[in-house]
């Protein structure tokens, strides 16, 4: 007797433990949870010319762009010269007047103003000069910086061999390959092969 009233209750906390283990699993939907993907500025270089956008996707003979403007291109490999992935800049603020405030060296032990700043003030032409020759240099380095800094460069020349070659280094940059359920899995593969 003893021994069955035993099996109930061993059945009983068994029961309870897999019960208290699945309810986690079943309140997670894992097919609807959201996945962050980066989404890369690519520039083509084509026979037609350059193309500038988002890359969309790729497949085995083609990629797909969209454009600032909204267009779909699709762009055929035999027509790919080189494939640039841009880095995707966050917005800068320009704030050229930053300089011309007072810095610590300008102040008392008490936090109030030094006369000698109170007496000689920046002049409202030194203040445009500095204000615009920093802006000037700041503009100047981002557009240089945005022109040639590129995350990837792949150079097909128009050889779909070269692409096939290049297409694992490719795909990842690509918003539907990221966002493919077996996106991760390959991932991890990847990572667990490298030294």
Request: charged share 25%.
């Amino acid at each position: 007797m003893q021994r069955i009233f035993l099996k109930a209750w061993t059945f009983l906390f068994l029961a309870l433990a897999l019960l208290i283990a699945w309810l986690p699993c079943k309140s997670q939907d894992f097919k609807s949870r959201p996945r962050e993907v980066m989404i890369y500025n690519v520039v083509a270089h084509t026979t037609m010319g350059k193309v500038k956008g988002i890359f969309e996707r790729n497949t085995g003979d083609r990629i797909f762009i969209t454009t600032k403007k909204g267009e779909y291109v699709t762009i055929n490999v035999t027509d790919l010269k080189k494939l640039k992935v841009k880095d995707r800049p966050k917005k800068r603020v320009l704030r050229p007047f930053d300089y011309m405030r007072p810095t610590s060296d300008d102040y008392n032990p008490n936090g109030t103003l030094k006369q000698s700043y109170l007496d000689d003030p920046p002049s409202l032409g030194e203040q445009l000069f500095v204000a615009g020759t920093l802006t000037f240099l700041e503009v100047t380095y981002y557009a240089i910086y945005d022109k040639f800094v590129n995350l990837a460069k792949f150079k097909i020349n128009r050889d779909m061999d070269t692409y096939h070659s290049l297409l694992d280094e490719i795909s990842p940059y690509a918003l539907y390959y990221q966002s493919a359920p077996q996106y991760e899995l390959e991932l991890l593969n990847k990572l667990s092969k490298k030294p």
